[in-house]
């Protein structure tokens, strides 16, 4: 399985992004697909997490109704919709595979895969 990010860009505080990731064929590799991101010098930032088998989303608390995390039919796609785009969401973001999600998104520290990764910037 290989992922594949796209979508990111610069945008005004207050914007709104559509993020891609190409992951055919992650069902067969985790139980677990979402997004993280990581900002200069700062940790992993778990997003958001859907549990394959059941499709039960979660949303870390910075979300606040922001994300919405969609994959398509096929299950080829993941995306995530990014809306009222704050200065501090500015990271690259990834696509990842992880072994389960918690209350707040992908388990960052149990990854099995991740993309390149595309660059949010939220400019003022």
């Known amino acids: 399985v290989q992922l594949m990010e796209s979508g990111g860009g610069l945008v005004q505080t207050g914007g709104s992004l559509r993020l891609s990731c190409a992951a055919s064929?992650?069902?067969?590799?985790?139980?677990?697909i979402g997004w993280f991101r990581q900002a200069p010098g700062k940790e992993r930032e778990a997003i958001t997490c859907m549990t394959t088998t059941t499709g039960e989303t979660t949303y870390a608390d910075f979300v606040e109704g922001r994300f919405i995390l969609s994959i398509n039919y096929a299950k080829t796609m993941v995306y995530l919709q990014l809306t009222r785009l704050r200065l501090e969401d500015t990271a690259v973001y990834y696509c990842?595979?992880?072994?389960?999600?918690?209350?707040?998104?992908?388990?960052?520290?149990?990854?099995?895969?991740w993309g390149q990764g595309t660059l949010v910037t939220v400019s003022s």
């Open positions: 064929g992650f069902e067969s590799e985790a139980n677990a």
């Open positions: 990842a595979l992880s072994s389960r999600c918690t209350e707040g998104g992908l388990e960052v520290d149990e990854l099995k895969r």
